[in-house]
C-alpha cells in the first residue's frame, strides 16, 4: 500500500492544487493553489493506543471497523486536536473497549511513513475485568501470551508492540521501543 496525495482542492478558496515546490526555496513539492498561492502542508497521523494489562494478561479489541474487521487489535486511533498522546491513547481505550485504566508510560513508537502514519503505544494497567466496547469493536477480552491470535492481529504496528511488551515481561524490565516498518 503506498500513501497517496489527499488534498485535491485548495481549503481557502477551493480551486483544484497542483503538486510542485512551492516559489519559497522549499525543497519538497507540495500541494499548492495556482488561484491563491496557499500551500498545503500534509503531515503524518498519528495513532495512539496502549498495551492495557491485568495480571499476566493484555486485553485486544475484535475490530468492528474496516479496515481489518474481525482482527484483533490493541485499543488504539486517531489522535484528534487540542489533546495530548496519551489522553488521546487513553480516550481511545475508553472508546473502543470500556476499560478503566491507569495510564503508565510511553511503550512504542512505530514509524510507518509508507501509509504516513506514526503510532504510539503507552504501557496501561487495567483497574477492572470488567468492559462496555463502543460500536467500533465486536468484542473486548484479555489473553495470556500463550493465548494471543497472533495470526488474526490487525496490524503489524501492534504485532511488532506485542512482542516487545512481552520480551520486555520476560527480561523483568520495560524499556521504550522506537522501529520504523518499512
Known amino acids: 500500500m503506498t500513501f497517496r496525495r489527499p488534498t485535491k482542492h485548495c481549503r481557502e478558496c477551493g480551486t483544484a492544487v497542483a503538486y510542485r515546490l512551492p516559489d519559497d526555496g522549499d525543497t519538497r513539492e507540495r500541494a499548492v493553489c495556482p488561484a491563491c498561492g496557499t500551500i498545503h502542508y500534509e503531515n503524518p497521523l498519528v495513532v495512539v493506543g496502549t498495551v492495557p494489562v491485568l495480571d499476566d494478561r493484555v486485553l485486544l479489541c475484535k475490530r468492528n ?41 510511553l511503550f512504542s513508537l512505530l514509524n510507518v511513513p509508507q501509509v504516513g502514519q506514526v503510532h504510539i503505544f503507552y504501557l496501561a494497567t487495567l483497574l477492572s475485568d470488567r468492559f462496555d466496547p463502543g460500536h467500533e469493536t465486536m468484542e473486548a ?18 504485532k511488532h508492540t506485542l512482542e516487545r511488551f512481552f520480551a520486555d515481561r520476560r527480561a523483568g524490565r520495560f524499556g521504550l521501543h522506537s522501529i520504523d516498518l518499512t
Do not use: C, Y
Request: charged fraction near 30%; hydrophobic fraction near 35%.
Open 141 to 158: 477480552r484479555l489473553f495470556t501470551e500463550e493465548e494471543i491470535p497472533w495470526d488474526e492481529l490487525s496490524f503489524r504496528t501492534v
Open 65 to 105: 471497523i474496516e479496515p481489518r474487521r474481525g482482527k484483533w487489535t490493541l485499543p488504539a486511533g486517531f489522535m484528534e486536536l487540542n489533546e495530548t498522546t496519551s489522553e488521546g491513547a487513553a480516550r481511545e481505550t475508553d472508546e473502543e473497549a470500556g476499560a478503566q485504566i491507569q495510564m503508565g508510560p
